[in-house]
């Protein structure tokens, strides 16, 4: 099958796409510069499409965060446009959009309030010089490799995440849906006061019907991937607000007038009491950031199927930080309303969010009141059908037909991040997720192993019911490392094992390959249960074990306890070695091993 020239970029046959195929050296940090290389004519129509679309949401979503953070609403645009012109040669994804975002505003906004005293200069030298420290702080976390951290995130936190976020988003785009404001307390409280608002008859139906009429456009024609239903449906709806006078003769709210200026470099000037709060607050919003960005990224490169190296995201925002803390701006994070937008709108690659920052640009400088009569409410169905389009149900079904307990933990992070917010329900998911894994080394499965008929090899006798164990000899798997957690409880099983012997037993040979590793506590143990099977006369022996496992034994002192003639390189070996010393026949007349 080949590849569409519309399509963006895929491994060729016999590649693929991971970090160790990426670019070495100084040109890995520009992987802008790499995507322009690779750049293909065909998407160009695609990512301007895109980018125009993009517009329409960069500028009210980002006059409406700068509010949010604090800082007066033009200062949202320039912390839109240059960090989305830097990221874009920074950064490793194709499609992730950044910009102004609302997990970040309440963080921004409590640090900058207080030391402001209502003066915007001085809250936008505040917020642009936490984007400084936030965009040092990414950028040296790159450097130092730290990205390893995103492998916390499993897929099922991931879908768990982003079925979250969607579902906040959604919640909080009603109001807008249906032409009123409510004061944000959470998304479970925001649709009590949603529909607290409906019954009291605060809703504005004209507004209403404009949106979801934009909605049914856009998911009507979402299916084809040649038409812009989202630029059709935002430009219909500006067109028919604005020729019918629907917001002064209706109350639609509309976007109005945009402010006019474009960004200039500046340093950002505070003052020496400033210093502790602004790195404080800095480092808790690179902390924010990278967390949203890792899974919006991990998520859309498993999508695209391309490789994009945690490292180089975290520089890639710390870079986009960096230009806004000097234009201007705030701290920046990527968007899950805005990244879903521009892809179900065809983007291709980061020319889409260079397209969106130029039309901003255009906008403020050269026609302000091109978007007036954009609806509200518009905006809002654009925002509801993006998020409607991060809902992942499909492979949730298969992994909780495979996997329930992971299954549930995506749902626990879903109900986290919608209830208590996106760091808050990340760190609960991964905290279960942990728990898990723990668990699984705490009480691992363990077997006794026997001959199976007509299959070779040894193997779990619970499993296998035919199978015939050697007389005297117990053959004990152990299916993980051993450390302090579950040193007794394999000290407790190997016991039970030999107990459970239909036969004295003379030999216990362990089979070690599962065991990964074993710390100073359960080499102790293994040094006690020698002790104690040497008292009853039998023979501690382990077969398989790897090289790696046996140089911590050398280590401990236990290789030299235990003897070398106790170490067998398979389980086949060690049975040998005891049909040797103890010749037992099998009753079928069958030989034993393989």
């Known amino acids: 099958m080949s590849q569409s020239d519309s399509s963006p970029p895929v491994p060729e046959p016999g590649r693929i796409a991971h970090k160790g195929s990426a670019d070495t050296g100084w040109s890995r940090w520009l992987p802008g510069l790499r995507m322009l290389r690779e750049y293909r004519i065909a998407w160009l129509r695609n990512d301007i499409l895109a980018g125009l679309v993009l517009t329409t949401m960069l500028v009210p979503v980002g006059i409406a965060y700068a509010v949010a953070s604090g800082v007066p609403g033009i200062y949202g645009l320039y912390a839109t446009i240059v960090p989305l012109i830097a990221y874009a040669l920074f950064g490793p994804s194709r499609i992730l959009v950044l910009g102004p975002d609302s997990s970040l505003a309440a963080v921004i906004l409590a640090v900058i309030l207080p030391l402001s005293g209502g003066d915007p200069a001085r809250a936008v030298a505040l917020a642009s010089m936490m984007a400084i420290v936030s965009g040092g702080v990414c950028i040296l976390a790159g450097i130092a490799r730290l990205g390893f951290i995103t492998e916390l995130l499993s897929k099922p936190i991931r879908y768990g995440y982003m079925n979250g976020i969607a579902l906040t ?189 130029l039309a901003v640009a255009v906008l403020l400088m050269a026609a302000p009141n091109l978007l007036e009569d954009l609806p509200t409410s518009a905006l809002a169905a654009v925002v509801i059908a993006s998020a409607i389009g991060l809902i992942e149900v499909a492979d949730l079904r298969r992994i909780y037909r495979i996997q329930r307990w992971e299954f549930w933990l995506s749902i626990v992070c879903t109900i986290g991040v919608a209830v208590f917010g996106a760091i808050e329900g990340i760190g609960i998911a991964i905290v279960i997720a942990v728990i898990e894994f723990l668990w699984d080394g705490w009480r691992p499965y363990s077997a006794v192993l026997g001959q199976a008929k007509g299959v070779k090899g040894f193997h779990d006798i619970q499993r296998y019911t035919d199978a015939s164990l050697i007389p005297g000899l117990v053959l004990f798997r152990w299916d993980a490392s051993l450390f302090f957690a579950n040193a007794e409880l394999f ?38 249960l020698d002790d104690t099977l040497y008292a009853a006369g039998i023979e501690l022996c382990l077969a398989e074990m790897k090289d790696p496992v046996k140089d911590k034994l050398k280590r401990f002192g236990l290789y030299e306890k235990l003897g070398e003639k106790a170490f067998f390189p398979t389980i086949d070996d060690a049975v040998g070695s005891y049909l040797t010393a103890n010749p037992v026949a099998r009753q079928d007349g069958e030989s034993w091993g393989a």
């Open 169 to 357: 988003v959604l919640i909080s785009q009603l109001p807008k849906l249906f032409g009123f404001s409510i004061d944000s307390a959470g998304p479970l409280r925001n649709l009590w006061a949603i529909a607290m608002a409906i019954i009291n008859a605060k809703a504005n139906w004209t507004a209403f019907l404009v949106g979801a009429a934009t909605l049914v456009v856009i998911l009507s024609l979402k299916s084809n991937k040649r038409i812009p239903s989202i630029l059709i449906a935002v430009a219909g709806a500006t067109i028919v607000v604005g020729m019918l006078d629907l917001a002064a003769r209706a109350g639609v709210s509309v976007l109005g007038q945009l402010p006019q200026g474009l960004p200039a470099f500046a340093i950002p000037w505070i003052t020496r009491e400033d210093i502790v709060p602004v790195i404080i607050g800095g480092c808790a919003v690179a902390l924010v950031s990278f967390a949203d960005t890792s899974v919006l990224s991990r998520v859309y490169a498993a999508r695209t199927r391309t490789y994009v190296d945690p490292n180089q995201e975290m520089a890639g925002l710390g870079f986009a930080n960096l230009a806004a803390g000097f234009f201007q701006g705030f701290p920046i994070s990527s968007s899950s309303s805005r990244t879903p937008v521009a892809e179900a709108a065809g983007s291709k690659t980061q020319v889409t969010g260079v397209v969106g920052a």
């Open 491 to 528: 000290h407790d099983r190997i016991l039970d094992a030999v107990a459970a012997s239909p036969t004295p037993v003379r030999w216990l040979v362990i089979a070690a390959e599962p065991i990964t590793s074993v710390d100073v506590t359960s080499a102790d143990m293994l040094a006690e």
